[in-house]
């Protein structure tokens, strides 16, 4: 079955940096895109972002363009999201998920994982 497993959450003092890896399985990840969003407590889950995987391109919202970089391992069916400069307003439980076009919309999305807790905070 499809499955896709978040890890790598922490707490972080501002300006450090974290990789988060999202493990999948059960499908064939060449055909698809993995987006990543994020959700912060009384916020609604916004898109920080997308790798497809078809072509290559990688697409990243306003608020995380040149401090995130999504990134795969082919060997290990893996997307990585290394994220540098990090600012407490980027706390929150992020997710990775998968879909059929790169796009900001979370209902697009068909498969996610269960989340990974992310608090930058000195």
């Known amino acids: 079955q499809v499955q896709l497993v978040e890890s790598g959450g922490a707490l972080v003092q501002p300006g450090g940096s974290l990789r988060l890896s999202c493990a999948t399985s059960?499908?064939?990840?060449?055909?698809?895109?993995i987006g990543w969003f994020r959700q912060a407590p009384g916020k609604q889950r916004e898109g920080v972002s997308c790798?497809?995987?078809?072509?290559?391109?990688?697409h990243y919202a306003d608020s995380v363009k040149g401090r995130f970089t999504i990134s795969r391992d082919n060997a290990m069916n893996t997307m990585y999201l290394q994220m540098n400069s990090l600012k407490p307003e980027d706390t929150a439980v992020y997710y990775c998920a998968r879909a059929s076009f790169c796009e900001w919309v979370p209902n697009h999305y068909d498969y996610w994982g269960q989340g990974t807790q992310v608090t930058v905070s000195s």
């Open positions: 790798f497809n995987n078809r072509d290559g391109r990688t």
């Open positions: 059960g499908f064939t990840l060449d055909y698809y895109v």
